[in-house]
Every structure is written in C-alpha cells, then in structure tokens.
C-alpha cells in the first residue's frame, strides 16, 4: 500500500460517534434518581435483548441471496448522484439498494466524492465469514482501498475494519474474500476510498448469526492496524476544536484489541492547511496522558 494512502486511511477515515452511547448512560443515571419500585423475591433477571430493527418508510431490505448471502436492511450515505444531470444530488439513480440487485450494471455513487459508504443492518450480530463486491463497469480501480468494516453501534462509532481491498476489482463478476475476524457484528458496510464516491456494482455479506468473541481480528498489514472514528462522522479542520473519538488498535498478528476514547483535533501550521491534515489525539479515560502526535 502506498504510505500516504496508508497514512490518510490510519489517520482519519471510518469517522463517526458514540454520543448515542453517551445518551443511554445520562438516561441510565437519570432513571436511577427515581423511586425503584420495590424488587419482587426470587425474581430471575430477563436475560438482555438484542436491539431489535423497527422498520421505517422507505426503508430496504434485502432478502436472503441463493448463494448464502446475509439479508438486511440498506443502510450507507444519503444521497446519490446523478451522472446524466449534471452530477445533482439524487435520491431516485444510483442508490444504495443497487449494490445488493445482483445486476452488474447498476451501482451506488455517492454524491459527496469522500468518506462515503454503504452497508446492512444485519438486525442481530453475525460471524462475517466471507465478502463479496464488484465494481461499477468501466472503473474497476475504485474499488481498491475501500474497508470493509462491522460495528454493534448504528453509528459505528465502535467499527473496526474486517478486510481492506487491495487492488482493482474485476467488472461484470463478484470477487471474494474470505473474513477472518471472531466478534460478531450488527452491522457492516464498505467505505469508500478517497475520491471516487464508491461507485460500487454488487456487494454482499455472507457468515451466521452469533456474537463471538475477540480472539480474531483483521490486521491490515504487519504494522499494528489503528482504526479512528469521529463522533457524527466528522472529518476535524478546526485547529481549535476537540472531537470526541474513538481509537482501536489491532496487533500481535489481529489476536490483540485495544479501544479507547480520545480526543482529536488538527495540529501543526502550514501542515494544517493541506488537503491530508496532520492531527493529535489524548487518550480521553480520565487519566492524565500527554498528547500523541
Ligand atoms: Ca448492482
């Protein structure tokens, strides 16, 4: 992989939030002010739910392929864009329900042209055993670098990725991996490579239901993987703006996981104003940690 595509991936892709996590825990703590009506005797405690898919209008959901491929609900960026009008946003071409049509000639392009991606609510965690893609005909290239990541929160705030593509994909047929990663996850999705608005012909998730465990993850090269997501899926500009993020480090051949709340924001002068912005983060725990640069 080239250096600085490493480098940009390490540094800011796959960026989103946990503040709904941080939500339930204020409600928790509220609820926990009031009154607890008084516990029954001998009462077994309900074992926890899984979160449970409520489907809304318009919504997708895509049904069980031949070959095995997991159902789901569509889930990825917004809007797409339409090629014959002028590059607009649209939300009726090119959508995001057509990476799972099995139709080679039809794709997902995302209107915005980074940090774009497109996926599936699986609606209980899965062991994701093997991926499929192909890319939109006639720009098999664009396929290359897109990540492959699974997530237990919607915002995937605690991605961490399961597959990198490594070169260009092959036009009017699938291309596989197999997925070597132990945790189960709710939800999974391809994120597009810098600059070219996924454009994605087919993708599809195959593995079963189960929430595994962390003895197995994928670690993209021999360098230890770190994986940084920005609350609300922001990309940070402002040298003088903190971020709530989280960082995910996988090493020791993808057999060790470290996750971590931090902080990030832009650093540097000149530096700063470049396209690929350097950056700093403080490990935000609680504890007093000094700044990695
Ligand atoms: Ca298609």
Same mark, same amino acid.
């Given at each position: 992989?080239?250096?600085?595509?490493?480098?940009?991936? +390490?540094?800011?892709?796959?960026?989103?939030?946990?503040?709904?996590?941080?939500?339930?825990?204020?409600?928790?703590?509220?609820?926990?002010?009031?009154?607890?009506?008084?516990?029954?005797?001998?009462?077994?405690?309900?074992?926890?739910?899984?979160?449970?898919?409520?489907?809304?209008? =318009?919504?997708?959901?895509?049904?069980?392929?031949?070959?095995?491929?997991?159902?789901?609900?569509?889930?990825?960026?917004?809007?797409?864009?339409?090629?014959?009008?002028?590059?607009?946003?649209?939300?009726?071409?090119?959508?995001?329900?057509?990476?799972?049509? /099995?139709?080679?000639?039809?794709?997902?392009?995302?209107?915005?042209?980074?940090?774009?991606?497109?996926?599936?609510?699986?609606?209980?965690?899965?062991?994701?055993?093997?991926?499929?893609?192909?890319?939109?005909?006639?720009?098999?290239?664009?396929?290359?670098?897109?990540?492959?990541?699974?997530?237990?929160?919607?915002?995937?705030?605690?991605?961490?990725?399961?597959?990198?593509?490594?070169?260009?994909?092959?036009?009017?047929?699938?291309?596989?991996?197999?997925?070597?990663?132990?945790?189960?996850? /709710?939800?999974?999705?391809?994120?597009?490579?810098?600059?070219?608005?996924?454009?994605?012909?087919?993708?599809?998730? +195959?593995?079963?239901?189960?929430?595994?465990?962390?003895? /197995?993850?994928?670690?993209?090269?021999?360098?230890?993987?770190?994986?940084?997501?920005?609350?609300?899926?922001?990309? *940070?500009?402002?040298?003088?703006?903190?971020?709530?993020?989280?960082?995910?480090?996988?090493?020791?051949? =993808?057999?060790?996981?470290?996750?971590? *709340?931090?902080?990030?924001?832009?650093? =540097?002068?000149?530096?700063?104003?470049?396209?690929?912005?350097?950056?700093?983060?403080?490990?935000?725990?609680?504890?007093?940690?000094?700044?990695?640069?």
């Amino acid at each position: 992989m080239h250096y600085r595509e490493q480098h940009q991936y +390490y540094s800011l892709m796959k960026l989103t939030s946990y503040l709904p996590a941080f939500l339930l825990v204020l409600l928790l703590a509220a609820s926990c002010e009031k009154d607890d009506p008084p516990k029954l005797p001998d009462t077994p405690t309900p074992a926890p739910e899984e979160p449970i898919y409520l489907p809304e209008e =318009g919504d997708i959901y895509i049904e069980a392929g031949e070959d095995g491929s997991l159902p789901g609900l569509v889930i990825g960026s917004k809007y797409s864009v339409d090629y014959g009008n002028d590059n607009q946003k649209s939300t009726t071409v090119n959508l995001k329900k057509h990476v799972f049509d /099995r139709n080679y000639s039809t794709f997902f392009a995302s209107y915005d042209r980074s940090n774009t991606w497109v996926g599936l609510d699986l609606g209980e965690k899965h062991i994701i055993t093997k991926i499929g893609y192909a890319p939109r005909n006639t720009q098999p290239g664009r396929v290359q670098l897109a990540i492959i990541e699974g997530a237990n929160e919607s915002d995937f705030s605690d991605a961490v990725p399961i597959y990198l593509i490594p070169e260009a994909g092959v036009e009017q047929q699938m291309t596989y991996a197999d997925i070597n990663c132990s945790r189960g996850f /709710r939800y999974v999705r391809y994120v597009s490579p810098h600059d070219v608005r996924c454009n994605l012909a087919e993708l599809a998730f +195959y593995g079963y239901a189960g929430a595994g465990d962390d003895s /197995r993850f994928y670690q993209v090269t021999g360098l230890p993987t770190v994986s940084i997501h920005v609350k609300d899926d922001k990309v *940070p500009q402002n040298k003088k703006q903190d971020f709530d993020a989280r960082i995910t480090l996988l090493y020791e051949q =993808g057999t060790l996981v470290q996750e971590w *709340p931090i902080l990030v924001r832009v650093r =540097g002068n000149f530096s700063a104003s470049h396209e690929n912005k350097p950056y700093r983060f403080k490990i935000n725990d609680g504890k007093i940690v000094p700044y990695i640069h």
